[in-house]
Nanobody, 122 residues
Framework: QLQASGGGLVQAGGSLRLSCAAS????????MGWFRQAPGKEREFVAG????????YYADSVKGRFTISRDNAKDTVYLQMNSLKPDDTTVYYC?????????????????WGQGTQVTVSS
């Protein structure tokens, strides 16, 4: 089970750190990803990190502003979000995939967290 937290309301230009804690299984065997989904839209890849944590991948829309990291000892993945924009407002989900590396396709992820709302005011 994955539990996402850390969302909230922040002004444009502000920062938030999302956390995704796993229970019942270790994340060390999984590449991890963060996605977001606005109402009526498809789930969008935001960032991903390989099992080792040595490689990370970002959507162009967040590159340079967001940073994904992981602590396998704590079975937790983080998404540090800086310079937030109103367009970043939506629900964010963490996910785990047993595939060989980071994938940007939501359908290839095996486990999902429940989502955490991020709202950026202008």
């Amino acid at each position: 089970q994955l539990q996402a937290s850390g969302g909230g309301l922040v002004q444009a230009g502000g920062s938030l750190r999302l956390s995704c804690a796993a229970s019942g299984r270790s994340i060390s065997s999984y590449a991890m990803g963060w996605f977001r989904q606005a109402p009526g839209k498809e789930r969008e890849f935001v960032a991903g990190i390989r099992k080792s944590g040595l490689s990370t991948y970002y959507a162009d829309s967040v590159k340079g502003r967001f940073t994904i990291s992981r602590d396998n000892a704590k079975d937790t993945v983080y998404l540090q979000m800086n310079s937030l924009k109103p367009d970043d407002t939506t629900v964010y989900y963490c996910a785990a995939t047993a595939s060989g590396g980071v994938v940007a396709t939501a359908a290839l992820y095996d486990y999902w967290g429940q989502g955490t709302q991020v709202t950026v005011s202008s």
